[in-house]
């Protein structure tokens, strides 16, 4: 009796544990089934122009997201442009990708301006938060302009500038065209947006079928677009964002090096800082650190320069500047060096990166912010430099009129006198006798003075 009560415990104590073993696998695999579905999806954010770095971190990005086989890669995008070479390597990399990807231009007040509209016509899904805008992806330059209705034929002179410019026109338009055309969005409102720089809220964007979803935030935007299928590789494939959980990438420090670096504002600033600098040893010889200062400004500016595309007359124009801002210090020109300084350095910054490569300008705030600080200090300087001629001279022949000393030896009047720590042969209108106190009343060159005893006129 006891072994079968014995037997009867070991067979409930087994069918217990299978039983709990059993139940507990089907709740691990229900709780396990939605963030198996949901999965990871990487997430980053451009905020700012698109330039080598940019490029850099996209390609990271979407090795990453094929490391951890995530469901997507999220791009947050709030963009006023950027290089045309970058853009295009985004593009190519977007087209190609093996990992769905999405441009929400985020958040509320962001734009895809000009580079941006084509990286956000080349996602898998294309969407926009309320309260955003998309368009203007013409390619300006200031030399050339922008032609539109009504504008007057251009001089022979700007010929060969409109060829060029109605050639990055052309192929800006294609471009965008058949990217529109590759991901089923609308191709003539992405023509238009080059040729006619129109530009759309997010409204009027899905409206016109310029891009796919609103969404409001991060979390409504993957569970609304949960589903919807795609083409990956030629071949079509469903989105499975619904539940995925997001992880955010940020830039490595090389990255962000390179991405400031690309700021024409910063390229400008290093430029202006360096030149100013060397400016202000040239002026006080000795002091060091402006010059040192100044040269390490200079060589980091130059290192933007290898990154941006710039224009040589507007680098040369900064050049002239920085050798008028020198000039300055050894011409008298009262002031007329420096402000031929001011327009150079104002107009070298306005074409510095004029190029059809790039839609990156200098702003006007930062041109005009450096033009204010460098006309300030030049004033300062033509100030001190009519005050001195006010100052009587300290040194030298002139520097030594009413300064005192003593009669060393003196025959038919002239003879040797002791003055300011030197001997010096000197003249006078009487007799000296040795030891007598005199002083300078006129330099007579030579390394002659005048003297007079200290009773004497003059």
């Given at each position: 009796m006891p072994q079968q009560g014995g037997n009867l415990l070991l067979r409930a104590t087994v069918f217990l544990l299978l039983l709990f073993v059993t139940v507990g696998y089907k709740v691990s695999t229900a709780d396990g089934e939605p963030s198996q579905q949901g999965g990871t999806i990487v997430e980053i954010e451009i905020n700012g122009s698109i330039n080598p770095s940019t490029v850099d971190y996209i390609k990271t990005a979407l090795l990453e997201a094929r490391a951890q086989n995530a469901k997507a890669l999220l791009i947050l995008m709030d963009t006023p442009g950027?290089?045309?070479?970058?853009?295009?390597?985004?593009?190519?990399?977007?087209?190609?990708?093996?990992?769905?990807?999405?441009?929400?231009v985020y958040p509320r007040g962001a734009t895809a301006t000009s580079a941006g509209v084509f990286i956000t016509l080349s996602a898998h899904v294309a969407a926009m938060s309320p309260g955003t805008s998309i368009g203007a992806a013409h390619p300006v330059m200031l030399g050339g302009g922008q032609r539109g209705p009504g504008k007057p034929e251009d001089k022979k002179d700007d010929k060969s500038s409109d060829v060029m410019n109605?050639?990055?026109?052309?192929?800006?338009?294609?471009?965008?065209?058949?990217?529109?055309?590759?991901?089923?969005?609308?191709?003539?409102?992405?023509?238009?947006?080059?040729?006619?720089?129109?530009?759309?809220?997010?409204?009027?964007?899905?409206?016109?079928?310029?891009?796919?979803i609103i969404s409001p935030d991060i979390p409504t935007l993957l569970s609304e677009i949960d589903g919807k299928e795609v083409k990956?590789?030629?071949?079509?494939?469903?989105?499975?964002?619904?539940?995925?959980t997001t992880q955010r990438l940020e830039m490595s420090l090389r990255q962000k090096v390179v991405n400031i670096l690309s700021t024409p504002d910063i390229a400008f600033l290093l430029l202006s800082l360096g030149s100013l600098g060397i400016f202000l040893e040239f002026y006080n010889p000795g002091m060091i650190f402006p010059g040192v200062a100044g040269l390490i400004a200079l060589l980091i500016g130059f290192v933007s320069l290898q990154?941006?595309?710039?224009?040589?007359?507007?680098?040369?124009?900064?050049?002239?500047?920085?050798?008028?801002?020198?000039?300055?210090?050894?011409?008298?020109?009262?002031?007329?060096?420096?402000?031929?300084?001011?327009?150079?350095?104002?107009?070298g910054g306005l074409l510095l990166f004029d190029t059809p490569d790039s839609d990156l300008r200098v702003s006007k705030g930062t041109i005009a912010a450096v033009a204010i600080s460098i006309g300030l200090l030049s004033v300062f300087i033509v100030y001190l430099g009519?005050?001195?001629?006010?100052?009587?001279?300290?040194?030298?022949?002139?520097?030594?009129?009413?300064?005192?000393?003593?009669?060393?030896?003196?025959?038919?009047?002239?003879?040797?006198?002791?003055?300011?720590?030197?001997?010096?042969?000197?003249?006078?209108?009487?007799?000296?006798?040795?030891?007598?106190?005199?002083?300078?009343?006129?330099?007579?060159?030579?390394?002659?003075?005048?003297?007079?005893?200290y009773d004497d006129e003059g």
């Open positions: 950027g290089l045309l070479n970058s853009t295009k390597d985004i593009v190519k990399e977007l087209l190609n990708s093996e990992v769905p990807v999405i441009v929400y109605e050639k990055i026109e052309n192929f800006a338009s294609s471009f965008i065209e058949s990217i529109a055309e590759e991901r089923g969005r609308n191709a003539k409102w992405a023509v238009d947006s080059v040729r006619k720089s129109v530009s759309v809220t997010a409204d009027e964007a899905l409206k016109k079928k310029v891009i796919d990956l590789s030629g071949k079509s494939a469903r989105l499975e964002t619904a539940g995925a990154i941006l595309p710039f224009n040589y007359a507007g680098l040369i124009l900064l050049f002239v500047a920085m050798a008028l801002l020198i000039s300055e210090v050894y011409v008298t020109s009262y002031g007329l060096l420096s402000l031929a300084a001011l327009a150079c350095l104002v107009f009519v005050k001195s001629f006010k100052v009587p001279v300290q040194g030298g022949f002139e520097g030594m009129v009413g300064q005192k000393g003593e009669v060393v030896s003196w025959s038919q009047k002239s003879g040797k006198v002791y003055i300011g720590g030197e001997y010096w042969e000197a003249t006078g209108e009487r007799e000296f006798s040795p030891g007598e106190k005199i002083k300078v009343t006129e330099s007579m060159g030579d390394l002659t003075v005048k003297v007079s005893s």
